[in-house]
């Protein structure tokens, strides 16, 4: 399967700023990447589907300029968490689309706490 | 939309014995895909097992199989011979084709006791 990662792996902001979160394809070109969120003892929420080289279609209910997602290269899509509040405070994770298989394969996660 | 159920939130067993787990979805397409996904405490997501519809064969995958009823739209999955590293949060997942997001179930946490 792809390796995914993504970074940072923990970040705290302070209210009001805006944190950005790197998803990385490592060995596998990605036209298609997903954007999730979970929070404590539930499943993944989908957010948003990213597509390089074309604007990120958004889930029902997300906000798309409060989370921005830019996917500039087959290798990289980018989630910016902007004007953070708590309760944006959760666990963002990224997948990748790997062929025509349906599989997805995800990157480590990124804990976002926002005080 | 498809929705997944799975409906045991927390299974206990004992380390080299078996445990299944049960999911059910609901579609109304011929042609899709289903899987298992683990998300261990480290919260990374792994995929288990993959599962084509059109396929009558259960899927295997080491110690990880499923039973695959497309009719009743079941998807069961079996870990056998337990082992402490299978402790998890175990996802059902359905998938589409032609459609490459995935629908997840609410998780069964299984933990496996030495």
């Known amino acids: 399967g792809a390796v995914v990662s993504q970074h940072p792996s923990w970040v705290i902001c302070k209210s009001g700023t805006s944190v950005k979160i790197e998803c990385r394809s490592l060995?596998?070109?990605?036209?298609?990447m997903f954007w999730y969120r979970q929070f404590p003892k539930q499943s993944l929420m989908l957010m948003a589907t990213s597509n390089e080289g074309s604007k990120a279609t958004y889930e029902q209910g997300v906000e798309k300029d409060k989370f921005l997602i830019n996917h500039a290269s087959l290798t990289l899509s980018t989630l910016t968490v902007t004007s953070a509040h708590p309760e944006d405070s959760s666990f963002y994770i990224c997948?990748?689309?790997?062929?025509?298989?349906?599989?997805?394969?995800f990157g480590p996660g990124t804990r976002l706490t926002v005080t | 939309a498809q929705t997944v159920t799975q409906s045991q939130p927390e299974m206990s067993v004992q380390e080299a014995e078996t445990v299944t787990l049960s999911c059910t979805y609901d579609t109304s397409e011929n042609n899709y895909y289903l899987f298992w996904y683990k998300q261990p405490p480290s919260r990374q997501m792994i995929l288990v097992i993959r599962q084509e519809a059109y396929k009558q064969q259960n899927a295997t995958e080491n110690r990880f199989s499923v039973n695959f009823q497309k009719a009743a739209k079941s998807f069961s999955l079996k870990i056998s011979d337990s082992q402490l590293g299978d402790t998890a949060m175990y996802f059902c997942a359905f998938g589409s084709y032609g459609n490459n997001r995935l629908a997840f179930g609410k998780g069964n946490q299984v933990v496996v006791i030495p």
């Open positions: 997948s990748v689309e790997m062929g025509t298989r349906g599989e997805q394969y």
């Open positions: 060995d596998f070109q990605a036209t298609t």
